[in-house]
């Protein structure tokens, strides 16, 4: 690839594959066809169950909402616009923009929340599908509009490059999409597992023993309610602000926890303690010394309880969030059952840990692809 001079003000972008040298051009998508969207179809037409798979909004690209007979589908076919293969479906509210790649199968897709470009030859699909996930829709940038008109689609710009430069751009770009498309689901299939694994290597209830166990342990496993066994410490001596050159780890609830780092005197006995998210149900195990944001996070941990296995023990038996409230009461109620044998919770604690490494591991390869397609797409493109 060729890295374009920013000192040359022209409609080219900053990275460009070889060969390719002429401006983009300057078009509105209107120029380049018409928005089309399906005929509505009414709930009465809809089932549980069908030969079609019905789609609105908010499912497109996912689990339908219903389904509806052949005869419906094949009779709306034959008498309205419907998207051919490779068409890009756009989403018109809601999560505005979001699109699919329609692959043929037989499906439909519900009036006008779901709209697509009928588009000349002059676009490639796979080029067009990247420009819609960057674009900024004409009259939506700070505006209250809360949904993508015909005539928002249509007044869109968008620069051109040649037919050529476009199909490059795309498989260069599909390509990347399937490497994503493939670590998510690899990321997918561990986490599907790890759900498993914590329902085997915990006993079911009215078991004693779990279904799946390391070799060598044959001990019954003891029930009890949290409340029993956790140990609450103290938070207020650990609660700080961000500071501009801390070194230690402020913790906040929710998908985030590390928010910052802050000086002074913080929570020292951090290995055998769990940070449990009040309002989030969300759990955090640390790996130094750190301190709290807010009264929310509660410091945990429980006597003859080996670290990684209570961080286990509490993933497994975690209540499901209930809103903005407070989950520690209900988690204090909630039965467990646990080994008092040492050993085999080291064993245990050592396996959901290396497996949440390898989660994380992937990930952070995940979220590395990711941000190496916004690159990509900020230089790529006009």
């Given amino acids: 690839m060729a890295k374009i001079d920013d000192s040359v003000k022209k409609k080219v972008p900053e990275l460009r594959f070889p060969g390719f040298t002429d401006d ?25 169950v069908g030969d079609i798979p019905f789609y609105k909004i908010g499912t497109f690209g996912g689990t339908p909402d219903a389904f509806i ?3 419906i589908f094949e009779e709306y076919k034959s008498k309205y616009q419907y998207p051919e293969v490779g068409d890009i479906l756009i989403s018109a509210s809601g999560s505005i923009g979001r699109t699919v790649v329609y692959q043929g199968y037989d499906e439909y897709f519900q009036d006008s929340n779901i709209v697509w470009l009928k588009h000349d030859q002059q676009l490639d699909n796979s080029f067009l599908k990247q420009f819609y996930s960057i674009v900024k829709w004409q009259g939506l940038e700070g505006s209250t509009i809360k949904r993508l008109y015909n005539k928002n689609i249509l007044e869109t710009k968008i620069t051109l490059p040649s037919p050529e430069e476009q199909a490059q751009l795309g498989s260069f770009f599909k390509q990347l999409d399937d490497t994503i498309a493939l670590h998510q689901r690899k990321l997918d299939l561990l986490k599907e597992q790890k759900k498993g694994y914590l329902q085997k290597m915990f006993p079911k209830n009215g078991e004693k023993v779990p279904e799946l166990r390391f070799a060598g342990f044959a001990d019954a496993w003891e029930q009890r309610k949290f409340k029993d066994i956790l140990k609450t410490h103290s938070f207020r001596s650990y609660l700080a602000g961000v500071s501009e050159n801390g070194e230690y780890e402020v913790i906040q609830q929710g998908d985030k926890p590390i928010i910052g780092y802050s000086d002074g005197e913080p929570f020292t006995d951090y290995k055998d303690v769990t940070l449990f ?19 929310g996070v509660k410091i945990l941990s429980a006597d003859n309880f080996e670290g990684d296995y209570l961080y286990t023990t509490l993933e497994r038996y975690k209540p499901e969030p209930q ?3 407070r989950h520690f009461t209900i988690l204090k109620n909630q039965d467990v059952w646990f080994t008092e044998n040492m050993e085999e919770q080291q064993k245990i604690g050592s396996f959901f840990k290396q497996l949440d490494d390898t989660i994380a591991l992937r990930q952070r390869k995940l979220d590395l692809l990711k941000e190496q397609k916004k690159g990509f797409l900020q230089k790529m493109f006009v």
Avoid: C
């Fill in 24 to 48: 983009w051009e300057e078009r509105k998508l209107g120029d380049l066809g018409s928005v089309a969207m399906n005929k509505r179809i009414f709930k009465e037409q809809t089932s549980d």
């Fill in 69 to 71: 007979s052949r005869d």
């Fill in 277 to 295: 998210g009040d309002h989030t149900v969300s759990l955090y195990k640390p790996k130094s010394p750190f301190f709290v944001a807010t009264d």
């Fill in 323 to 325: 809103g903005y409230k």
